[in-house]
């Protein structure tokens, strides 16, 4: 099994472009999750879906979109990359189960400029 | 909302020390609370949670932490550093009473280990 993995693995952007992250989990997970990670923050959930063709908020979900077309694809979307939008981030998916373990994927760092 | 506070953005030991890893949490109800490693350049790996049971929990690599429901704290142990465990540590609750599962994550303790 793969797990959790994430594509691209780096990208630099500018100002005003848009781009769409990957995310795909081979673990039947119902839950995934977007989160970034930015310096002494830990890390936020951007948004997150507990089921194929549902999403929902998270805490800072401003700027990004997101689709859950197939279970085991969570997209990520920028329509305008901001700087403040330069970031780590990192995917998760969980099974829905008493064991509300989430499995990480190796991240996505971001540059705008 | 809950919260994570984890002391000490930096904690420094020698090899062979002991390490302690505070980390205090908020919240009405006790939470699911985890601990996540992440070496350099990589996700986050579980060491070990607690949900219900027995409230001192092991986890891999010799890590262990204690629920303390009284002090809201759940604080992360070894007996004795090596060199490997140098990585970044986050504590994180779940929030087990909604339907969300989201993680809310401390700032991270970042552990340096000294030969």
């Known amino acids: 099994n793969a797990g959790v993995t994430q594509t691209p693995k780096f990208r630099v952007l500018k100002t005003g472009q848009s781009m769409t992250l990957l995310c795909a989990q081979d673990?039947?997970?119902?839950?995934m999750y977007w989160y970034r990670q930015d310096p002494g923050m830990g890390l936020r959930l951007i948004h997150y879906?507990?089921?194929?063709?549902?999403?929902a908020k998270g805490e800072v979900p401003d700027g990004y979109n997101v689709s859950r077309l197939k279970k085991q694809n969570f997209l990520l979307g920028l329509e305008s990359a901001a700087p403040s939008q330069t970031s780590v981030y990192f995917c998760?998916?969980?099974?829905?189960?008493?064991?509300?373990?989430?499995?990480f994927g190796p991240g996505t760092r971001l540059t705008v400029t | 909302a809950q919260s994570v506070t984890q002391l000490g953005s930096h904690v420094s030991v020698s090899e062979g020390a002991l390490v302690l890893l505070r980390c205090n949490y908020s919240?009405?109800?006790?939470?699911?609370l985890f601990w996540y490693v992440q070496y350099p350049n990589q996700g986050l790996q579980l060491l070990l949670k607690?949900?219900?049971?027995?409230?001192l929990v092991k986890g891999i690599n010799g890590f262990e932490a204690e629920f303390k429901k009284s002090e809201t704290s759940f604080h992360l142990t070894k007996p004795s550093a090596h060199m490997s465990d140098a990585a970044e540590y986050f504590c994180?609750?779940?929030?087990?009473?909604?339907?969300?599962?989201?993680?809310?994550f401390g700032s991270g303790t970042r552990l340096q280990v000294q030969p």
């Open positions: 607690y949900t219900t049971g027995a409230t």
């Open positions: 919240s009405s109800v006790p939470p699911y």
């Open positions: 879906s507990v089921g194929e063709g549902t999403t």
């Open positions: 994180a609750v779940s929030e087990a009473w909604t339907g969300r599962r989201a993680l809310t």
């Open positions: 998760a998916s969980s099974y829905r189960d008493a064991s509300y373990e989430q499995y």
């Open positions: 673990m039947n997970h119902e839950y």
